[in-house]
């Protein structure tokens, strides 16, 4: 099942929510800003250890943190790709951030995750052939893992719940 909604992701009770992190994993603007001011410090310290332990978190890649005072179990930290136009394999990172997001929600045993619009804001991912690559990943994964029962795409505005209700219809 997929849902759609408007909303601060922050304030979202799912098993997991998903941050649009940046490779540092240390906090940042945005979706990442929010998730850390929100979740408080346990989720920074969480970062850190990963930090110490791997060195951060590739484009495309996702790891998975404690949620701190936010209502949901886990946050999976995943980077999503800067907009270079589309030539430096953009499409397959974002959809990856997706894909890995999924798979580890499913190893951690969740059943609902969260999903902001990623790399659509700072990092310049056009929106509408962000929100296809959206859908896209999400149904491809629900496809074959039963696990997972929804999937929440929060939107942080109109015009992308608008984008992601469209590419969501024009998939069915």
Same mark, same amino acid.
């Given at each position: 099942m997929i849902q759609i909604i408007k909303g601060d992701i922050t304030k979202v009770a799912a098993d997991v929510i998903v941050n649009a992190a940046n490779t540092s994993l240390l906090g940042g603007g945005g979706v990442d800003g929010a998730i850390h001011r929100s979740g408080g410090p346990e989720i920074l310290e969480a970062c850190r250890k990963i930090v110490a332990k791997q060195g951060g978190c590739k484009t495309g890649e996702a790891v998975i943190t404690t949620a701190g005072k936010l209502p949901a179990r886990y946050v999976i930290h995943t980077v999503g790709p800067v907009w270079n136009g589309g030539l430096k394999g953009e499409?397959?990172?974002?959809? %990856?951030?997706?894909?890995?997001?999924?798979? *580890? +929600?499913?190893?951690?045993?969740?059943?609902? #995750?969260? !999903?902001?619009?990623?790399?659509?804001?700072?990092?310049?991912?056009?929106?509408?052939?962000?929100?296809?690559? %959206?859908?896209?990943?999400?149904?491809?994964? *629900? +496809?074959?893992?039963?696990?997972?029962?929804? #999937?929440? !795409?929060?939107c942080f505005d109109e015009e992308n719940e608008t984008l992601v209700k469209t590419a969501l219809e024009a998939k069915r």
């Open positions: 499409a397959e990172r974002l959809h %990856a951030c997706y894909i890995n997001s999924l798979e *580890l +929600a499913a190893q951690h045993h969740c059943r609902s #995750v969260a !999903f902001p619009n990623i790399s659509t804001g700072i990092y310049g991912y056009p929106k509408k052939e962000a929100a296809t690559i %959206a859908v896209t990943a999400v149904q491809q994964f *629900l +496809a074959t893992n039963r696990g997972i029962k929804e #999937v929440i !795409f929060v």
